[in-house]
């Protein structure tokens, strides 16, 4: 291949790179990579933005130097660019188009209509990491469905784990015995911590940072917060069976990146939740109680005030721990 050709191909490398690293900045910048990842992610997109702004600078500086460039590397294999400019600019754009699209197209908000695919998390599903039941059928058609089997499942998956999880975590503690902390404790920890405070509020807000621990420790013990004025935020959702007063007060929760994004939220009690649409973003008051759906005792808020607010600058919550 020519030196010419070559350099042309490091140099459009070279742009690529780049742009992927000046899209990464600007959704960092903007404060948009928020709605694609958890902030904990953060420092893997500042090296990646690193990686590719040097490894595009070094592609380019490549394509204008004087040096003959040496593409041999004796492995015996070849390493030619493809002489058909059809084929090497078909996979080029597979790697333009995404950088293309993020800089022209807005980002998605997650809604009502993902939310359904999801199914609406209760806490107790939400904290052992369940995805739904099979096919289209949501968490909660799923329980409504088969309340016993369902409680079955969901228990069979919260037992000790098997031969092999045991003997892995032996051989660890073995390791260091005197070292490990196990991740569940630390949650167990951060949650002990959390329902301590709860328990002295008159008035619990849903902060974005307390969210999914709150709903989570309101959805395992409903009785202990029966009476507890609260105050919450988020977009209207509503799972098929619900009444006209009722509604979902939801959030989508985010672990690691939008791909594992789950629904958290509270029932509410409205007498006019039927004015309130899909999707509204709405703040509510209210006093808890709980209620038995088919054997199993969820919270609820009796609302006093619901009014609807705008979409926050931020609309996902994220697990802190």
Known sequence: ?????????????????????????????????????APRMLP???????VFLILG?????RSGSDKQEKHDCGCGAGHEISKNPFRSGAVYLIFIFPVLTGFMFPEVILDSSAAEKRGFKSGVA???????SAGDTS?????LEDPEGYMEELDERTKAPGEESKKAREEMLEENPDGIILEDEEIEKAYSKKEAELKKMDVIP??????????????EKPEQYKGKKVKIKGFVYREPGFAESQLAIARFGISCCVADAAVYGMIGEYG?????????????????????????????????KLKKIDQPETPYVYENY
Request: aromatic share 12%; proline share 1%; hydrophobic share 50%.
């Open 1 to 37: 291949m020519e030196e010419k050709e070559l350099k042309s191909h490091l140099f459009i490398r070279g742009i690529i790179l780049t742009g992927f690293a000046m899209l990464l900045f600007k959704l960092i910048t903007t404060g948009n990579i928020q709605n694609f990842i």
């Open 44 to 50: 893997f997109m500042y090296f990646a933005m690193a």
């Open 57 to 61: 600078i070094m592609q380019m500086w």
């Open 126 to 132: 939400a904290s052992q990491g369940d995805s739904g």
């Open 139 to 143: 968490l909660a058609e799923a329980y």
């Open 206 to 219: 849903f902060t974005d940072e307390d969210f999914i621990q709150i709903t989570n420790l309101m959805d």
């Open 272 to 304: 006019e939740a039927a004015k309130f649409k899909k999707d509204d973003w709405v703040e509510a008051e209210g006093t808890l109680t709980h209620q038995s759906f088919n054997g199993k005792e969820l919270p609820v808020i009796l609302v006093t």
